[in-house]
């Protein structure tokens, strides 16, 4: 069984910064591989970036390549998404995401505000 509660979201002018935070409970953090997603009012639920177990690589959707960095403290059990030079159109709730085989596990999600 595995937890995962997300903070960090909030309202941005577009430009700004933000730093989310994904914190998951259980044993082996550092063994399993993470992502972030995200959904915006009236859209699907599409990958934003992935970090590999340990760190060792790390992948980003298109739209937001060059502007958001995701990455992992395995000490703390958590994975964080820093996102940067922010847009209206990222505006959107943030999940974190992990699975174990067959399970996948999201939290609650953060909700992310970008005005114009």
């Known amino acids: 069984q595995v937890q995962l509660v997300e903070s960090g979201g909030g309202l941005v002018q577009a430009g700004g910064s933000l730093r989310l935070s994904c914190a998951a409970s259980?044993?082996?953090?550092?063994?399993?591989?993470m992502t972030w997603y995200r959904q915006a009012p009236g859209k699907q639920r599409e990958l934003v970036a992935l970090?590999?177990?340990?760190?060792?690589?790390?992948n980003y959707a298109d739209s937001v390549k060059g502007r958001f960095t995701i990455s992992r403290d395995d000490a703390k059990n958590t994975v964080y998404l820093q996102m940067n030079s922010l847009k209206p159109e990222d505006t959107a709730v943030y999940y974190c995401?992990?699975?174990?085989?067959?399970?996948?596990?999201w939290g609650k999600g953060t909700l992310v505000t970008v005005s114009s």
């Open positions: 995401n992990t699975w174990r085989g067959s399970l996948q596990y």
């Open positions: 259980g044993s082996s953090f550092s063994s399993y591989a």
């Open positions: 970090i590999t177990s340990y760190g060792g690589n790390t």
